[in-house]
């Protein structure tokens, strides 16, 4: 069997089966391996990828459910080699991370921010709930992304 979707605007056939996790799917067949196994629960974030421009733990998400939908992963935030703004101030504030949960973070912040880019500090925590980073705690990444909602 094999099942279209588009990955990062590219069309792209899988043939693995229909029950096979996103998340296998895009590190396994198409070698995006941004995306982290982690829990493999649905509930530390790590995972995550936009399925039609919403954030989604891609480990509960099988593979038949996403024929000819759109997958965007972290791998296409920074296009041509440029950072995207968020990767940008994170780097500034000197966010540091294992890289276990930050390409999650990085994607439920970047819908969140095109949906709420003035947020203030306590929408932003609320925004990350869904993601656990066991290595710095929040304070440094949530203060990086109060000053991009400054900006904004």
């Known amino acids: 069997m094999s099942l279209r979707l588009v990955i990062n605007g590219e069309d792209r056939v899988s043939r693995a089966e229909p029950l096979t996790p996103l998340v296998d799917v895009l590190r396994d067949e198409f070698h995006l391996t941004g995306a982290k196994v982690a829990c493999r629960e649905g509930f530390c974030g790590a995972c995550t990828v936009h399925l039609d421009g919403q954030p989604v733990v891609s480990c509960l998400v099988p593979l ?3 024929e000819g939908r759109e997958v965007r992963t972290v791998e296409l935030l920074a296009t041509a080699g440029e ?3 968020l990767q940008r101030i994170m780097e500034e504030h000197d966010v540091v991370q294992c890289g ?3 390409p999650g973070i990085l994607m439920v912040l970047t ?3 095109q949906e709420h880019p003035r947020a203030e500090r306590d929408e932003i925590k609320a925004a990350l709930v869904g993601n656990i980073c066991r290595c710095t705690g929040y304070e440094h990444l949530v203060d990086a ?3 991009l ?3 904004s």
């Open 64 to 66: 038949g459910t996403v």
């Open 83 to 85: 950072l995207s703004p």
């Open 149 to 151: 909602a400054k900006r």
């Open 100 to 102: 276990m949960c930050f």
């Open 145 to 147: 992304a109060v000053a």
């Open 111 to 113: 819908s969140f921010f």
